[in-house]
């Protein structure tokens, strides 16, 4: 592996894990054997507006696209093939004014993505379009001395909760007028 992977996920239909890399600003994708449970590298992804400072990706709820948080203010969007579960770059959509976001989850309608936003301590939200793009539309603070450190929501998608990156604060609530 290159050094220092930032986080990983996996797809929806439990067939491939995404591992992304701080350092090589890449993802890597790997199917996993049905049988024995070993990992194949099948793609390594670069470019794509990828940057340092990220965390695992997020797959959305009809596994059709995958969205790396970026550390410089971007998210890129990949198509997810449904046969091979490697990926196409869509698109790269801006998440704040300033930047700095890092952590994103989707909400369950698939309609709505989130970005947590350390350097604004801000929360982004975007419309997801059908081609999987995202088109930001507005942001909420959290009112702390840090950034939102990881994103939750409710299965419902009424709430949506992050605490702040200083263990010592708070866990933020926000309601999600759907």
Known sequence: LPAAPGGMTSDRTGRTVYVSFDTSRTIQVYRIDDAFGD?????????????GSREAAT?????????QVNGNATI??????????????????????GGAARFGAIHPSNNFFYSGNIAQTSVSYHA???????TLQGIGST???????????????????????????NIYWFTINQ
């Open 39 to 51: 990992l194949r590298l099948i793609q390594e992804v670069t470019g794509s507006g990828l940057s």
């Open 59 to 67: 797959v959305d709820i009809s596994n059709r696209f995958l969205y």
């Open 76 to 97: 890129s969007v990949f198509a997810i093939d449904p046969f091979s579960g490697t990926l196409t770059n869509t698109a790269v959509s801006a998440t704040t004014v």
């Open 128 to 134: 997801v379009a059908a081609d999987g793009s995202l």
């Open 143 to 169: 009112g702390g001395t840090n950034g939102p450190s990881q994103i939750a929501m409710d299965s419902a998608g009424q709430n949506l909760y992050t605490p702040n990156f200083n263990a010592a604060e």
